[in-house]
C-alpha cells in the first residue's frame, strides 16, 4: 500500500467485521511520548495542528489559545477502530472538530456531500466545565498542513 502506514490488516478483514459497522475512536498522546512509531490496533497520526484552541498535555483536554498564537500541534493521535454498538464515548465530554486539510476551510463541495478540504472529524476530549457549543462558537478546527 502506498502513503502513510496504516496497521498491517484493516480491521474489519482482521476481526471480519463489515466497515460500516465501525467509528473511530481516538486517543490523543502525550506529547512527552512521541517515541511510539506502531501501535498494535488502528493507525497513529502525527503532525496535525489545532486552530482556535491548544491541546493541554497535562489535563488531557482542549484549552485556550497561548496569546499571540494561532495554531499550535496536536499530539500524536491513536485512531483505534471500535465497533459502533459497543462505543462508550460520552458524547457531552468530547468536542467534535473538524479536521481540514489548509486552514482555508472551504473547498469544492464533492459527491460525498462534504468539501474535497474536509478530511474527517476527530473527537476531541473537553473539560468538565466546558461544553461542545462553546468550542464551535470559537471555530476550533484541525488542520493538516499551516499555509506557511
Request: aromatic share 8%.
Amino acid at each position: 500500500r502506498r502513503g502513510a502506514p496504516g496497521p498491517p490488516h484493516p480491521p474489519p478483514r482482521r476481526y471480519k467485521l463489515e466497515i460500516d459497522t465501525l467509528v473511530w475512536n481516538f486517543k490523543i498522546m502525550r506529547a512527552s511520548n512521541t517515541g511510539v512509531s506502531k501501535v498494535e490496533n488502528g493507525c497513529l497520526v502525527f503532525g496535525l495542528f489545532m486552530d482556535g484552541a491548544r491541546w493541554d498535555d497535562q489535563e488531557g483536554v482542549i484549552a485556550e489559545s497561548l496569546p499571540k498564537v494561532l495554531f499550535s500541534d496536536l499530539p500524536h493521535v491513536h485512531l483505534v477502530p471500535c465497533e459502533s454498538s459497543k462505543d462508550l464515548t460520552d458524547r457531552r465530554a468530547v468536542y467534535p472538530s473538524p479536521l481540514y486539510k489548509t486552514s482555508e476551510r472551504k473547498g469544492v463541495l464533492s459527491t460525498t456531500g462534504h468539501s474535497t478540504n474536509f478530511v474527517m472529524t476527530l473527537l476531541l476530549p473537553i473539560s468538565r466545565h466546558h461544553t461542545e457549543k462553546y468550542w464551535t462558537k470559537r471555530g476550533v478546527a484541525c488542520l493538516t498542513q499551516l499555509d506557511d
